[in-house]
């Protein structure tokens, strides 16, 4: 049973930094591009960063370009995101998303960025 499991959420105050795991189970990882999306309340869910299988190259939603990266671990069967800079608007539920021919979600990690 494949399984992605998130973690390192938390409260954080603008202008600083967590950074997201997500490691995955019963699933070949290497083969897997890997994703963080993330939903706001009341927002639909986005796209905030996605990296090849084998690392070799990412991209980025245009609101995190700078602030953000996105890296994994093939050995360690972990997808990993730096957030630093971070902004209010960047609350929101974090997902890890693993997709080949077909894809699978995690349960999701809370950011919430206050003073």
């Known amino acids: 049973q494949v399984q992605l499991l998130e973690s390192g959420g938390g409260l954080v105050q603008p202008g600083g930094s967590l950074r997201l795991s997500c490691t995955a189970s019963?699933?070949?990882?290497?083969?897997?591009?890997m994703s963080w999306y993330r939903q706001a309340p009341g927002k639909e869910r986005e796209l905030v960063a996605r990296i090849t299988s084998f690392g070799g190259s990412t991209n980025y939603a245009d609101s995190v370009k700078g602030r953000f990266t996105i890296s994994r671990d093939n050995a360690k069967n972990t997808v990993y995101l730096q957030m630093n800079s971070l902004k209010p608007e960047d609350t929101a539920v974090y997902y890890c998303h693993a997709v080949r021919r077909v894809d699978y979600w995690g349960k999701g990690t809370l950011v919430t960025v206050s003073s």
């Open positions: 019963g699933l070949t990882f290497s083969s897997y591009v």
